[in-house]
């Protein structure tokens, strides 16, 4: 059962060019998660999605960041015109469907491995 | 004031020790709790859930107290494979985001 992936697990980018990082949930998870890391700080939420929908985007920059989860495919995560700034490691995470209950959530989540971006 | 904050750290404790984390937030409403690990440059991993009752998994143990919006992890007889940095982590209701605290760093020193 393979956990959840991400490719590339580096990525270097000059200036201005385009980033898009790929997330594949594991087996039956329908829900994924984005969040940055940035050296030495810990993990900042940045967008929430169920196929096709996306559910909370209150942690994205309002400009040059989308992501999308697709009915088909992995779900993608676009950083345009990318700055130094970007620079960071990018998770992502899935869980399943949820059941019911406060303590039987079966919300736990899974995170990839990660892609680390690296802006010249 | 963040929605979750932890010991400062880092915890430098001799192979052996008991250390226990502790992790407060802020929101009330708050339903969900864990506790994930991050070695260096690697992915969050689960540790435990929290839940109300407390609960144990090995030589780690996880407490919450919602009236003081506290949660804590103990490890007791520390291995040099504990090293890490452990993050508590905070969910809301239902079909809200994730909350993680920013971590604290544990070296285990033989």
């Known amino acids: 059962n393979a956990g959840v992936m991400q490719n590339p697990r580096h990525l270097v980018r000059r200036r201005g060019q385009e980033a898009r990082l790929r997330c594949s949930p594991m087996?039956?998870?329908?829900?994924v998660y984005w969040y940055r890391q940035l050296p030495e700080e810990g993990l900042k939420f940045m967008v929430y999605?169920?196929?096709?929908?996306?559910?909370?985007e209150s942690g994205m920059p309002k400009e040059r960041f989308s992501a999308e989860f697709p009915k088909e495919g992995p779900s993608i995560l676009r950083i345009q015109q990318v700055v130094r700034g970007d620079s960071a490691a990018y998770f992502c995470a899935s869980s399943p469907k949820k059941q019911r209950g406060p303590e039987s959530l079966t919300d736990t989540q899974y995170f990839g491995p990660g892609t680390r971006l690296t802006v010249l | 004031r963040k929605e979750v904050e932890q010991d400062p750290g880092p915890f430098n404790v001799p192979e052996g020790a008991t250390v226990a984390f502790n992790c407060t937030y802020s929101?009330?409403?708050?339903?969900?709790f864990f506790w994930y690990r991050q070695d260096c440059r690697k992915e969050p991993k689960l540790l435990m859930s929290v839940y109300s009752s407390g609960n144990e998994d090995g030589r780690f143990t996880a407490q919450l107290n919602r009236a003081s919006q506290y949660i804590s992890l103990l490890i007791r007889d520390s291995k040099l494979s504990d090293s890490a940095t452990y993050l508590c982590?905070?969910?809301?209701?239902?079909?809200?985001?994730?909350?993680f605290g920013p971590g604290t760093r544990l070296s285990v020193l033989p």
């Open positions: 982590v905070v969910r809301g209701n239902y079909g809200q985001n994730f909350v």
């Open positions: 999605l169920q196929k096709e929908n996306i559910i909370d």
């Open positions: 929101n009330s409403a708050s339903q969900s």
């Open positions: 087996k039956g998870h329908s829900h």
